[in-house]
């Protein structure tokens, strides 16, 4: 890959982390305790409460998932699949900048088949 190509996917991946602690940063996961809502409105509080959490661990994984290819890019281990050493698709990492995998190896890794670190 080229200098160029490597610092345009940092320049991507910085912005992207960035805008992952925002969002985790707002997320308000508390619940006001201060009025006794009806059974309805608890249901709808607690199934929102639910989302909100799942979202944030999502986030909390990809953020993690995005530092790891930082620490991969400034240790010049960015590109090849972390699985079988080949390299990953220019184009999958253009969309994808913090993936480990090659097409491949993700789709094994999705389906329970590849033993991960």
Do not use: H
Request: hydrophobic fraction near 35%; charge should be negative; glycine fraction near 2%.
């Amino acid at each position: 890959m080229s200098k160029l190509n490597l610092k345009d996917i940092k320049q991507r991946l910085i912005e992207e982390r960035e805008l992952l602690i925002q969002k985790l940063n707002d997320n308000d996961l508390s619940i006001d305790d201060s009025e006794t809502p009806d059974p309805v409105d608890l249901a709808v509080r607690n199934y929102s409460k639910n989302v909100m959490l799942a979202v944030s661990e999502n986030e909390s994984r990809q953020l993690a998932m995005i530092d790891q290819a930082l620490r991969r890019l400034e240790d010049d281990e960015y590109g090849p699949c972390q699985n079988c050493g080949e390299a990953i698709n220019p184009k999958r990492l253009a969309a994808i900048p913090w993936a480990r995998f090659c097409l491949n190896c993700q789709e094994l890794q999705e389906r329970g088949q590849l033993d991960e670190e």
